[in-house]
């Protein structure tokens, strides 16, 4: 896991300018704190940082982390000249979930009763990816509902979304549990 991280390090000096996106950064950068001492991963962590200290003198190489646990990444990270700038991106308000719902719903087999605007009062506190799982959900409710009882259309309702929403907030509650452990 080393040599591909330093690999990785390696072929952005070579393609600079370019940029290295970690995604869910708190993922790598917990395990130090892990009790269970993953060493491989412990490793994984400290060549990341040497290989960022070095970038400091190269030049058009940009590394960008991504978290939604700022709170559990290793302080390490985000000393000057490393993960120094944050960024913080806020959920959506009303306006932005309204628009991300019409992103999502246009080119679906909607139902014309549905009210946009419950749906979007009810994903209040919800992340644009929430909101695009609950889409995808919805639609994946009524096209099970479809097939279960033999109908022509697969027509997405509101009682779909109800589903879609309800299942949403309790993996996203269910996660949070797991991440207070």
């Known amino acids: 896991m080393c040599k591909r991280t330093r690999n990785i390090f390696k072929k952005a000096r070579q393609l600079a300018p370019t940029i290295i996106f970690f995604d869910e ?4 950068t917990k395990t130090r704190f892990n009790t269970e001492n993953n060493i491989s991963s412990n490793n994984v962590v400290a060549q990341i940082l040497t290989e960022m200290d070095g970038i400091s003198k190269l030049k058009d190489i940009i590394v960008v982390g991504a978290t939604n646990r700022i709170d559990i990444v290793d302080p390490a990270f985000l000393r000057p000249g490393r993960f120094d700038i944050k960024l913080e991106i806020p959920l959506p308000d009303e306006k932005s979930r309204e ?40 639609g994946m409710n009524a096209v ?16 779909h979304f109800k589903i879609a929403i309800k299942e949403n907030k309790k993996n ?10």
């Not at 950064?25 to 790598?28: E, F, L, Q």
């Not at 749906?119 to 609950?134: C, F, K, M, R, V």
């Not at 996203?172 to 452990?181: I, Q, V, Y």
């Open 99 to 138: 628009k991300i719902f019409e992103i999502y719903i246009k080119d679906m087999n909607t139902d014309k009763n549905i009210n946009l605007k419950e749906l979007i009062n009810e994903t209040e506190g919800l992340s644009g990816a929430d909101i695009y799982s609950i889409c995808r959900d919805a």
């Open 25 to 28: 950064i708190d993922a790598i």
């Open 172 to 181: 996203n509650s269910d996660k949070e549990e797991l991440l207070a452990r």
């Open 144 to 159: 099970r509902e479809a097939i279960q009882n033999n109908l022509d259309t697969n027509k997405i309702t509101k009682k």
